[in-house]
C-alpha cells in the first residue's frame, strides 16, 4: 500500500511538473509569499511589544512648585519644591494576554487567506493555459485543414481551365478558404493576447501543457483541503478572545512606583524619597453586552462552517462530474474519428470525379473538422479539471 502511495505521488508531482514550475513562477512574481513573510514579522513585533509591555510600561511625571509664606524666621518668605516620580504599570494577572492571542490568530487567518489566494491563483493559471493549448490545437488543425483544402483548390483550377468546374464553384472554394483563413488569423491574434497574458504572471517561463488525464487522488484527499472552512473557525476563535478581554477588563493592574522630592523650605529637614505599590481595580468591570455580542457572533461563524464544507463538495462534484464527462465524450469521439476521416477522403475523390456536388463535400468537411475540433476541447478539459483535482488534493499547490 505504501509503495503505491508512493507511487501516486511520485507521478503525479512529474506529471505536473511544468504547471507547478509555471505556478511557482508566478508566486514568485507576485510576491505572496514575501508579502505573509513581512506581515508575519511585523506581527510578531506587535506581540513581542505586548509582552513587554506587560512588564515595562514604564511613565514618568515631574513637577516644580514655588510657595510663598510669610513671617518665616531665616528666609525671604519664598522657597521651591521639585517633584519627580517615576512609575510602572505591570499587568501580573495577564489581563491583556488576549492581544497575544488576538495577534497570533490574525497571523494564522493570513495564512489561511493566502492559502485561499495561491489556490485561487492556480485555479485561474491553469484555466488560462489550457485555454491557450486548446486554441493552438485548434489553430493547427485548421492550418492542416487550410492547407490540404488549398491543395484541392489548385486541382479544381486546373478542372476549370478543362470547363470541368465552373467559375462559379471555384469562386465559392475560394471564398470559403478565405473565410478560414480569415478566422485562423482572428486565432493567432487571440493566441499572442493569452501568451502575453500568460507572461505577466510568469515572464521567464514557457507556458506549459497540462498532462493529467486520471485522477490520483480521491474525493476524501480533496476536501481535506478547504481553506475558506479553516478562515472561518479562526475568525470565530479571534472574536471569543475579543469577548474574553472585555471580560477581563475588571482584572486589576499593578503600579509600583518610586518617587523623589527636592525642598528648598528652611523648616524642612532635607528632601524626600519615597517607594509605593498600588492596586488599581477597575470596578464597573467590563462592558458585557458586548462580550454577548461577540460570543453570539462567533457561534453565528461556526454555524457557517457546515456551508462551506458543502460548498467544497458541490466544487469536488463540478470538477469530477466535468472530468468523467469529457473523459466518455472523447472516448465515443476518438472512435469516431476514423470513420470521419475515412468519409473525409471518399467524398474528396467523390467530389473531384464531379459525383457530389460542393454543399455536399464541404458538409462532410465540416462535420470531420468539428469532431477533432471537439476532440480537442474534450481533450483539454479532462486535463484541466484532472490537473485541478490532483494538485489541490495534493496540497502542493499551497507550498
Same mark, same amino acid.
Given at each position: 500500500?505504501l509503495?503505491k502511495?508512493? @507511487?501516486?505521488?511520485?507521478?503525479?508531482f512529474t506529471?505536473?511538473?511544468d504547471?507547478?514550475?509555471f /505556478?511557482?513562477?508566478?508566486?514568485?512574481?507576485?510576491?505572496y509569499n514575501?508579502?505573509?513573510t513581512?506581515?508575519?514579522?511585523?506581527?510578531?513585533?506587535?506581540?513581542?511589544?505586548i509582552t513587554?509591555s506587560k512588564y515595562?510600561n514604564f511613565?514618568?511625571?515631574?513637577a516644580?512648585?514655588?510657595?510663598?509664606?510669610?513671617l518665616?524666621p531665616?528666609?525671604?518668605?519664598?522657597?521651591?519644591?521639585? &517633584?519627580?516620580?517615576?512609575?510602572?504599570?505591570?499587568d501580573?494577572?495577564g489581563? #491583556?494576554d488576549?492581544?497575544?492571542k488576538t495577534?497570533?490568530?490574525?497571523?494564522e487567518?493570513?495564512?489561511?487567506?493566502?492559502k485561499?489566494?495561491? +489556490?485561487?491563483?492556480?485555479?485561474a493559471?491553469a484555466?488560462?493555459?489550457?485555454?491557450?493549448?486548446?486554441? @493552438?490545437?485548434q489553430?493547427k488543425i485548421?492550418?492542416?485543414?487550410?492547407n490540404?483544402?488549398n491543395?484541392? /483548390?489548385?486541382?479544381l483550377?486546373?478542372?476549370?481551365k478543362n470547363?470541368?468546374v465552373?467559375?462559379?464553384?471555384l469562386?465559392?472554394?475560394k471564398?470559403?478558404l @478565405?473565410?478560414?483563413?480569415t478566422?485562423?488569423?482572428?486565432?493567432?491574434?487571440?493566441?499572442?493576447?493569452m501568451k502575453?497574458?500568460?507572461?505577466l504572471?510568469?515572464p521567464k517561463?514557457?507556458i506549459?501543457?497540462?498532462?493529467?488525464?486520471k485522477?490520483l487522488y480521491t474525493?476524501?484527499d480533496?476536501l481535506?483541503?478547504?481553506?475558506q472552512?479553516t478562515?472561518?473557525?479562526?475568525?470565530s476563535?479571534?472574536?471569543l478572545s475579543?469577548?474574553?478581554?472585555?471580560? #477581563?477588563?475588571y482584572?486589576?493592574?499593578i503600579?509600583v512606583?518610586a518617587?523623589?522630592?527636592?525642598l528648598?523650605?528652611?523648616?524642612s529637614?532635607g528632601d524626600?524619597?519615597s517607594?509605593?505599590a498600588?492596586?488599581?481595580i477597575?470596578?464597573n468591570?467590563?462592558d458585557?453586552k458586548?462580550?454577548e455580542a461577540l460570543?453570539?457572533s462567533?457561534?453565528?461563524?461556526e454555524?457557517?462552517?457546515?456551508?462551506?464544507?458543502?460548498?467544497? +463538495?458541490?466544487e469536488?462534484?463540478?470538477?469530477?462530474?466535468e472530468?468523467?464527462?469529457a473523459?466518455?465524450?472523447l +472516448?465515443?469521439l476518438e472512435?469516431s474519428q476514423q470513420d470521419?476521416?475515412?468519409s473525409?477522403?471518399?467524398?474528396?475523390?467523390a467530389?473531384?470525379?464531379?459525383?457530389? &456536388?460542393f454543399?455536399?463535400y464541404?458538409?462532410?468537411?465540416q462535420q470531420?473538422?468539428?469532431?477533432?475540433?471537439q476532440?480537442?476541447?474534450?481533450?483539454?478539459?479532462?486535463?484541466?479539471?484532472?490537473t485541478?483535482i490532483n494538485?489541490?488534493s495534493?496540497?502542493?499547490v499551497y +507550498?
Open positions: 500500500m509503495k502511495i508512493v @507511487t501516486l505521488s511520485l507521478f503525479a506529471l505536473q511538473a504547471m507547478i514550475g /505556478y511557482s513562477s508566478a508566486l514568485k512574481n507576485l510576491e514575501k508579502n505573509y513581512l506581515y508575519e514579522k511585523a506581527n510578531q513585533t506587535s506581540q513581542s511589544a513587554y515595562a511613565s514618568a511625571d515631574a516644580y512648585t514655588k510657595t510663598y509664606a510669610k518665616l531665616s528666609s525671604s518668605g519664598n522657597f521651591g519644591a521639585t &517633584d519627580i516620580a517615576f512609575h510602572d504599570t505591570i501580573i494577572f489581563k #491583556n488576549y492581544k497575544i495577534l497570533r490568530l490574525d497571523t487567518m493570513k495564512k489561511s487567506r493566502l485561499l489566494k495561491k +489556490e485561487q491563483l492556480f485555479t493559471l484555466d488560462m493555459v489550457s485555454l491557450y493549448n486548446q486554441t @493552438t490545437a489553430l485548421r492550418q492542416e485543414f487550410y490540404k483544402e491543395r484541392i /483548390y489548385k486541382k483550377e486546373a478542372l476549370e470547363g470541368d465552373t467559375e462559379f464553384e469562386l465559392r472554394f471564398n470559403t @478565405t473565410t478560414l483563413k478566422s485562423m488569423i482572428s486565432m493567432k491574434q487571440e493566441l499572442t493576447k502575453m497574458q500568460l507572461n504572471y510568469a517561463e514557457t506549459p501543457t497540462l498532462t493529467h488525464t485522477l474525493k476524501k480533496f481535506l483541503h478547504n481553506p472552512v478562515i472561518n473557525k479562526l475568525d476563535q479571534k472574536l475579543q469577548a474574553k478581554g472585555l471580560s #477581563n477588563s482584572i486589576p493592574t503600579d512606583s518617587a523623589y522630592q527636592k528648598d523650605d528652611p523648616t529637614y524626600n524619597h517607594f509605593g498600588s492596586l488599581h477597575p470596578l468591570g467590563g458585557f458586548e462580550v460570543k453570539v462567533a457561534l453565528t461563524k454555524t457557517k462552517n457546515r456551508e462551506y464544507k458543502i460548498q467544497r +463538495e458541490q469536488y462534484i463540478r470538477h469530477y462530474q472530468y468523467q464527462n473523459k466518455k465524450q +472516448e465515443i472512435r470521419f476521416e475515412k473525409e477522403d471518399t467524398i474528396q475523390k467530389y473531384l470525379k464531379r459525383y457530389v &456536388d454543399n455536399t464541404l458538409q462532410v468537411l470531420t473538422l468539428n469532431v477533432k475540433n476532440i480537442i476541447v474534450m481533450k483539454n478539459k479532462e486535463q484541466l479539471e484532472a485541478i494538485t489541490i495534493s496540497g502542493k +507550498e
